[in-house]
């Protein structure tokens, strides 16, 4: 009881990362200190979404596209995100502010469609608002 | 204790917060000192009010009066005019859902008055952050009554009262306590499954964020009764708000000695622990739980042995979802005689549902089982959107059941559903209008299962990742008449081949659809025509339909 773990652990790891992932020498780490072989690691690192292997930006925007959000247009919210950052969905900007990733649902379906970056949740959100939703995100203003 | 002539309550959920419910709370004080009536009027930050799409929303009681969405400059007016001189703002209570309808402030309690709140008796009426709202209201009462009663009590009046699991599954509640409490092991484990991931579900966000403390009682009472001693909430990484709430819920719980040791005096040792989950849908099944609780992947294991005897760490383990919980202490305090007062025969009590799609109004609603789908979908939710046809509801979520408007009258309870091969599921209500194309509501839900199957068992596996490729093809007017047989099979086989409930529900709806709306199937296929025009029917068409 109270123990932490392996998911904990990760978590912690991440969380203390300047580019939201768990490298290969933190993975590594990991694994010495809990005497868990790396293979088992990476097993449960690559299971779940909101860890990642790969650097990523400082901010992390998650659209839903559950099949409510997907019925009030998700898409073209998506839509609207790849344009302003140009990036692909899964991939990160050139200045490693943002990173685009799709959510299976962000539990917020009566406000849909939806968004979060990082902690904070969007509702109802406009195709016309995100590049001011991102311009005061990256501004450090939200 | 103070009594004031009126009290506010501000809905701050995680919507509204982000819209500034904070800033306009911290307004309502200053105005209200500014007018002198800090001694009459009372402002509490309070769970949502229900009403969710419509920005800051706040009540005025004893009057009832909804007031959204409230702006800054609002602020001072409603004072004045409303707290002041007792004039009803009608401009303010009047507009609701951004002008698309009208809805004036005495629909607002029609709205509630439609319902019946047992589970949600607190949300929008106490300050979630505050243990002396929830004990004003009659909280953890019923712990003491439990204590009092001893746990052989407790579980016979969680028998009698014949509460159902509100996860899906619908197991007796009370029969899965005994089962834990009559296993001998000196370590056994309670886990709240708070894992709420199935599309169209959020039910259990709006318990946790406004009234907290109605789960650790309900947890609490339910450890007690199973003698476990350490219990686990195991929560989505997403719910950021209700994990922050829940944690001040326990460490507010444990300095007035509702957890820990000896609790209210009774020898009884019990503490929760909140378990982050890190985003996957298959951890909502149990094992699979258990698997995550552990640090592990979440793979759902092989059953039996069944948690209730080997569970958490290999002991006798109890998982009840959060709505189950929230309902033992009205019943403990209450009575098993007063809660089947409620619902229907084989299904007493209430149920929380998550409405949305193209209805007027979408949001958190409790009704009493036995309530018919029409009821739920006319009056509650107020129809279709821009008095459209309804084409269909999903009910249950996306691994739940396609309901159409020929099957709406039948009342929303587990018999009368099992009848049209439906439940109520995880309680989502998507109801969809006749502009919808089927097929890409179904590649939706194709898309999802694919993504989220964990990839344990060959049929779920390569079965879902078929079943989404034949839908894109058809959507892409590549399809053949054949697929439609296709993927009947494979439904079939998912059906009765997977491991676990994921893959067995997965081809739900896919393969509902071909029964119920076989002509637009056909239409895709053979003339290459989507009559609601989301199809492309090209090529070109991006992958993420």
């Not at chain 2, 078929?466 to 054949?482: L, N, V």
Request: proline share 4%; hydrophobic share 35%.
């Amino acid at each position: 009881m109270k123990e932490r773990s392996l998911i904990d652990k990760l978590h912690e790891v991440q969380n203390g990362s300047k580019e939201n992932y768990i490298s290969k020498s933190e993975a590594l780490k990991v694994s010495k200190r809990s005497k868990t072989p790396l293979a088992e690691i990476y097993g449960v690192l690559t299971f779940y979404t909101l860890f990642s292997e790969k650097p990523r930006g400082k901010h992390i925007i998650r659209v839903c596209r559950s099949l409510s959000c997907h019925m009030a247009d998700a898409n073209k919210i998506i839509g609207k995100l790849k344009e302003t950052l140009g990036i692909n969905v899964g991939e990160t900007t050139f200045d490693k502010e943002f990173t685009l990733e799709e959510s299976s649902c962000l539990g917020m379906c009566s406000v849909s469609p939806a968004l979060m970056i990082d902690d904070i949740p969007f509702g109802n959100v406009e195709i016309d608002e995100i590049p001011e939703i991102i311009k005061k995100v990256k501004g450090g203003e939200l | 204790m103070k009594i004031y002539r009126t009290h506010v309550l501000v809905a701050e959920d995680n919507k509204s917060l982000l819209k500034g419910a904070k800033e306009i709370e911290e307004l309502f004080i200053k105005e209200i000192k500014e007018f002198g009536l800090e001694n009459e009027v009372f402002i509490t930050p309070t769970g949502s009010l229900g009403f969710e799409d419509v920005g800051i929303a706040i009540a005025v009681y004893p009057e009832g009066i909804v007031y959204a969405p409230v702006e800054k400059r609002d602020v001072k007016e409603i004072v004045k005019e409303h707290f002041l001189k007792g004039r009803v703002i009608e401009r303010l209570a009047k507009t609701f859902l951004k002008g698309e309808v009208q809805i004036s402030s005495t629909k607002a309690e029609q709205i509630f008055a439609t319902q019946t709140r047992i589970v949600l008796r607190n949300v929008g009426l106490i300050n979630p952050e505050s243990i002396d709202d929830y004990i004003g209201r009659d909280g953890y009462t019923a712990l003491e009554k439990s204590i009092e009663s001893g746990p052989e009590w407790v579980i016979d009046e969680l028998k009698k009262s014949e509460l159902k699991g509100r996860g899906g599954a619908g197991f007796p509640s009370g029969r899965k306590l005994e089962f834990t409490a009559k296993a001998s092991d000196p370590v056994k484990y309670i886990i709240c499954n708070a894992d709420e991931g199935e599309p169209g579900t959020f039910k259990d966000r709006e318990i946790m964020e406004g009234d907290p403390h109605s789960l650790i009682e309900g947890m609490i009472i339910a450890a007690f009764s199973t003698r476990a001693s350490y219990g686990y909430i195991y929560i989505r990484g997403e719910y950021d708000l209700s994990i922050s709430r829940l944690e001040k819920a326990i460490n507010d719980a444990r300095s007035y000695g509702l957890l820990g040791e000896n609790i209210l005096g009774s020898g009884f040792n019990f503490d929760i622990e909140i378990k982050k989950g890190a985003g996957a849908y298959i951890c909502g099944e149990e094992t699979a739980l258990i698997e995550s609780i552990e640090g592990k992947r979440g793979e759902p294991r092989k059953k039996p042995p069944y948690p209730p005897t080997c569970g958490l760490w290999g002991k006798p383990t109890v998982i009840n979802n959060v709505e189950t919980l929230v309902n033992i202490p009205p019943i403990i305090e209450n009575g098993a005689d007063w809660y089947k007062k409620f619902g229907v025969a084989g299904s007493y009590g209430t149920k929380v549902f998550s409405l949305m799609g193209d209805l007027n109004w979408k949001g958190i609603i409790e009704v009493p089982f036995g309530t018919p789908l029409s009821y739920i979908i006319d009056e509650i939710g107020g129809g279709v959107k821009e008095g459209k046809r309804l084409k269909g509801v999903i009910l249950g979520g996306v691994s739940g059941s396609l309901i159409t408007p020929e099957q709406l009258d039948t009342p929303v309870d587990f018999n009368s559903l099992a009848t049209i091969e439906a439940g109520p599921g995880s309680g989502a209500i998507i109801a969809f209008d006749e502009d919808r194309c089927i097929v890409d509501v179904a590649k939706n839900i194709a898309y999802f299962f694919r993504h989220e199957s964990c990839g344990k068992c060959t049929p779920c596996r390569v079965g879902t990742e078929q079943i989404y490729e034949i839908i894109e093809w058809i959507t892409k007017g590549e399809g053949r008449i054949s697929d439609l047989d296709t993927l009947e099979k494979l439904g079939d086989d998912l059906k009765l081949t997977s491991f676990c409930g994921l893959g067995q529900t997965a081809p739900n709806i896919v393969v509902q659809s071909l029964a119920k709306f076989t002509t637009e199937w056909i239409e895709h296929i053979k003339e290459k025509k989507c009559r609601a025009g989301v199809c492309q029917m090209t090529l070109e068409e991006v992958k993420n339909g």
